[in-house]
């Protein structure tokens, strides 16, 4: 602790995602070592900025080290499983976009917003991931009202690999994901641009050139995927047996926290304004994300059912 530097854990998945049965996976071997089996990481913001943290252990004292080190209550989490499988890490999750006009004052207004997104936690994944045309709206979400992206941003640079690059001088509309816990209290994440750019490179002017850190799920993956983006804001604590995920905010993260009932903003309403289509590439959809001006939308998301379910 304090000193390890990692991107994540491996084998974490629950047993029905094996592709071949040779024997017991990680978390069935570690499992037969402890009655109630936790495993809890904190992956690092940085190379300079601490270390990355791995525990693995009974669950009552993974939770008991939280709270010494200070990271108070966090929240509780029901896995959904598919077809009654455990599977992945997979909890509800509400994602919404906010922008400020430049130089406002006034409280950021929501744009794009889902209460109903199906989100895996997988440290095994760098960015955020988003599901078909639900990226393509979420990057045109984070852009919106930002004209200069028109002649700051491309997927056709060298080695982008179709990822979205910017000059790192772009401003984009911070992006926020809420959590709920069994009890009703949140884990609220909101990432800005410090979080969601990446230097990559520099330009042929010195400029300096950034990654957009979300890319498309996997090719008919309908979920969402919160890679290290997110979990570097986060402690979470694995319950494998009782299919329960616990969530602390990071010590010291400006960024996450927890929200108490009597904290939570319950006045916001969805639009019913039908989302914009963003299917274009190149140039002529950071035209189009450059010009889009619009009411509240939702995000398109997977319709929710049977095939997902709480156990």
Known sequence: PGQWLFDGVMGLGYAPLALNKFGPTLVQSLGMLFQNLAIGFAVAKSTTGGGSYLAIGELEDLTRDAAAAGLGRGITMRLLGINHQAMYWLVPTRIEVASRAPGSIRPMTTIARTDSAMAILDSGTTLITAPGMAYLELIGAMLEGKPEVVQKCTTTMMGSF????????VDINPVMFTLTGT?????????????????VGVGALGQGVCRINVMPSPPGMPLWILGDVFLRHVYAVHDVPHHMLHLFPQKGSRVAAILEADQQDSSRVLSDTAIVILAFTGATCLAAVAACMCTVRKFRTVRASEEYNSF
């Open 183 to 199: 009890d009703g209290r949140q884990l609220q994440v909101s990432l800005a641009a410090q979080d969601l750019m990446q230097l």
């Open 162 to 169: 179709g990822q979205l690059m910017c000059l790192c001088d």
